[in-house]
């Protein structure tokens, strides 16, 4: 008999749409909580129309998989009781409204706090609570233009540029999952729950933790710098354009690496400098690179000590042995698209990995089947 995953008996109630809060739900899943995300009646969760036109989004079928899914509506009385007692018999619940939309419906902390005492709540919003940017809206651009990250994504020539995925939402969900796994810890000593307020910036603008001592203590207000750090003369790290069309990443971040680096430029004739200096060794490196294929230009790079690889698209990414060996994708069974290869739960636990149980559910095939005494771990 296997052990029990992780988080079996954790009752979670996802109040949320688009991506940040069901992020967070779907991290839980993926460790054996019991999600049941409450959709608004009729159209539920917006994910379920994103991206490409097909039978139902396929972006929702990954990310809600391992999830129930119930249809109210919170305006009237019967679903509002049904939504109350569930909260009962929850440990945590997860919401990212617009703050003070869940209080319109008696759901708010201190709502829920009367109900279960023990209930965990994380609490998504733009720009988190008791600031004066509270009550405004905010997405996840927004979020990731307002945290700085922004602000050193691009050129020195061009204007700032978003990810091209969904950076702040997905950082929040996982902070958000963090916040939950701590709250429940502390439960365990104090058999007390408590609210977690998170805004969709607080993520990134904590993983920037240089740019604040780097601007008061340094006067370094950063900026953009390509592919390369924000702050001259730290690092190489380099994206190659090769002569057969694609892209080698080096990452010479280490003392020890940026000395093999240079030696080896300087050994190829491109690099006549006396001293290291990471900008003229990245432009260095760019005119070799550009004059060789990538494979070539990574194997001799590799060869004396110089940390590299290509660039991968989605296409090399579902063919590469790595990825298939380690069991980074798993393939689940859908209903409207048959076998969908999808990432596996992260991270790797060896004794109780996350699996994914169940592909996403259908809007509202759950309506009704929820045990009203399950949770409360």
Same mark, same amino acid.
Request: charged letters at 25%; proline letters at 6%.
């Given at each position: ?12 109630? &996802? ?106 709540? @994380? ?19 927004? %979020? ?108 010479? %971040? ?19 400098? &006396? ?49 298939? %060996? ?22 790797? @636990? ?28």
């Amino acid at each position: 008999m296997s052990d029990p995953m992780p988080l079996e008996g954790i009752r979670v109630l &996802e109040f949320a749409h688009a991506m940040a809060g069901p992020f967070c739900g779907g991290l839980l899943g993926d460790f054996g909580a019991e999600v049941i995300k409450i959709e608004r009646a009729g159209s539920g969760d917006s994910l379920r129309r994103m991206g490409p036109v097909g039978a139902e989004s396929l972006w929702f079928t990954v990310n809600g998989r391992n999830k129930r899914s119930v249809e109210v509506d919170l305006a009237d009385p019967s679903d509002n009781k049904y939504v109350k007692d569930l909260v009962a018999s929850s440990d945590a619940i997860v919401e990212n409204y617009r703050p003070g939309t869940l209080e319109k419906y008696g759901l708010g902390w201190d709502d829920v706090e009367k109900v279960n005492p023990r209930v965990v709540m @994380l609490r998504i919003s733009g720009f988190g609570r008791g600031g004066p940017y509270s009550n405004r809206p905010g997405f996840g651009k927004i %979020a990731e233009s307002f945290s700085g990250a922004t602000n050193v994504t691009g050129y020195k020539d061009t204007p700032p540029v978003h990810p091209g995925y969904s950076l702040a939402d997905l950082t929040t969900g996982m902070y958000g999952a963090w916040g939950i796994m701590l709250a429940l810890f502390e439960r365990e000593r104090s058999g007390k729950g408590q609210m977690i307020d998170l805004g969709l910036y607080d993520g990134l603008f904590r993983m920037l933790e240089w740019q604040i001592p780097f601007f008061e203590k340094l006067g370094i207000d950063a900026t953009r710098n390509g592919a390369s750090f924000p702050f001259e003369g730290a690092f190489v790290t380099e994206i190659c354009p090769a002569s057969d069309g694609a892209f080698v990443v080096v990452s010479a %971040a280490t003392t020890s690496t940026i000395e093999n680096l240079i030696a080896f430029l300087r050994g190829e004739g491109v690099y006549a400098l &006396e001293n290291s200096n990471s900008v003229e060794a990245s432009a260095a490196l760019r005119r070799w690179v550009a004059k060789r294929e990538a494979g070539d230009a990574i194997a001799r790079l590799t060869e004396v000590g110089v940390v590299t690889d290509r660039v991968y698209r989605p296409s090399d990414l579902a063919a590469d042995p790595h990825v298939n %060996a380690r069991g980074s994708l798993v393939a689940v069974e859908t209903e409207d698209y048959g076998t969908v290869r999808m990432p596996a739960p992260v991270p790797n @636990l060896m004794r109780t990995p996350g699996r994914i149980r169940a592909a996403a559910p259908k809007l509202g095939q759950d309506n009704g089947k929820i045990d009203l005494k399950g949770g409360q771990a």
